[in-house]
């Protein structure tokens, strides 16, 4: 497996080992970043750089979930429904009075709509089939590759 294209290319399907493997990258490149430069610079550095690397993960989390997508046999459309949501109810509550106990009630439902969400596409991106065979984003990536003469 081309560990460029899982992580930044757009063509084709991945299969549900392929987007955890993608995690399991993405987790120790955030602790790699998050421990060296904790152990080298002060804490507005760790910031810095750990936030650095967030959009970074996010940049590649793009096209892989847009390939799991493909896979699932859906449009990539979808990752504005699984990404947009959450990171709009961060924005919101960031944005927001901290005052915890004078919580708007349209703060507390998008929090609980995004968290909805968030299981949603765990379960739709992490646990569920792809479609079996070819559909129109390309081959099966579970199918047995033919061997060549």
Known sequence: MDLIHLLFGFQGRISRGSIWFAALIWAIFLLAVSVTTFMMWSIDVVVYSVSVAIFLIIFSAVPVGIR????????AWWLLLFYGVPAL????????DDD????????????????????????????LRGTIGGNVYGPDPLAPKLAKH
Not at 68 to 75: A, G, M, S, Y
Not at 108 to 125: M, N, P, Q, R, T
């Open 89 to 96: 109810s961060l924005v919101v509550s960031l944005v927001a």
């Open 100 to 127: 915890a106990d004078n919580t708007p009630i349209v703060i507390l439902a998008l929090e609980y709509l995004s968290f909805a969400v968030l299981l949603w596409a765990l379960v739709e991106l992490g646990f």
């Open 68 to 75: 799991r997508l493909h896979d699932r046999d859906k449009t």
